[in-house]
């Protein structure tokens, strides 16, 4: 099987750095992720549970 | 025999998976404009891929990261530009030319040089500079760095403006970059 090519960072990344900063957050993206978050994290938590027999 | 229950083990599960979607909501509140605002630049302004792509980004620091990583930048960046790889890998059809009657109907790039004296400017100065404290720079080549590539200024331009040569210009701005790849991968925050 052909070995996924790494990512790494570079100097142009730093100049994109400059060119994005300031750029502010979607309104509501924190909430958003949050919600995922939290439903990954009760998945896990529910598969946990399941393993442990409780 | 009496065992003893290791901490991971008498933590209560709710209580722990609490604890990291508390900690991602500090480092998103923290670090999340400065991925959002590199994911932009990577997909060439187009926000509704950056906010897609910066979402895809902060659900694998979730499941990946340790809960005290999360606000580790250079990782941050580093999976932000491979989420952002592995998307235009798998993408099947690419961006196309668009042609244009009017010139006024071109999008206007993200810094154009008209802002180069607004104050709300500042905001960006600060929170790009901020990646590599307590580090300091020389303020003539973090303004030579600045004027060059968030205003696109060319080195002439700048040679008239800071009354350096430009081949100084040049040495001194490459050896800046350089410099502050160094400092954001090899520390840990």
């Known amino acids: 099987m052909k070995k996924p090519r790494s990512v790494e960072l570079d100097d142009k990344d730093i100049i994109r750095l400059a060119k994005g900063a300031g750029t502010p957050l979607p309104e509501g993206f924190v909430e958003r992720v949050l919600e995922k978050a939290r439903k990954i994290s009760e998945e896990k938590a529910a598969k946990r549970r399941a393993k442990n027999g409780r | ?22 900690a991602l909501k500090d480092a998103m509140l923290a670090e999340g404009g400065r991925v959002f605002s590199y994911l932009c630049v990577l997909t060439r302004g187009d926000k509704a891929l950056a906010e897609e792509l910066a979402m895809e980004t902060w659900l ?27 998307r235009m890998r798998k993408a099947t059809t690419r961006s196309f030319v668009e042609f244009r ?3 006024d109907d071109l999008p206007t790039g993200l810094s154009p040089r008209d802002n180069v004296d607004n104050p709300s400017e500042s905001a960006g100065w600060d929170e790009f500079w901020a990646n590599f404290e307590p580090r300091t720079f020389d303020p003539t080549d973090m303004k030579c760095f600045w004027l060059l590539y968030r205003y696109d200024f060319t080195i002439n331009e700048i040679s008239s403006r800071v009354s350096l040569p430009e081949s100084t210009i040049y ?15 090899s520390r840990k925050r």
């Open chain 2, 1 to 22: 025999m009496l065992r003893i229950p290791s901490p991971r083990e008498d933590t209560p599960i709710r209580a722990q998976s609490d604890r990291r979607v508390e």
């Open chain 2, 171 to 185: 040495d001194r701005v490459s050896k800046l970059v350089h410099t502050c790849r160094k400092i954001l991968i």
């Open chain 2, 60 to 86: 694998k620091v979730f499941n990946r990261f340790k809960a005290e990583n999360f606000k580790t930048r250079w990782l941050l960046f580093w999976k932000a530009k491979q989420v952002f790889v592995s």
């Open chain 2, 101 to 103: 009657t009017q010139m």
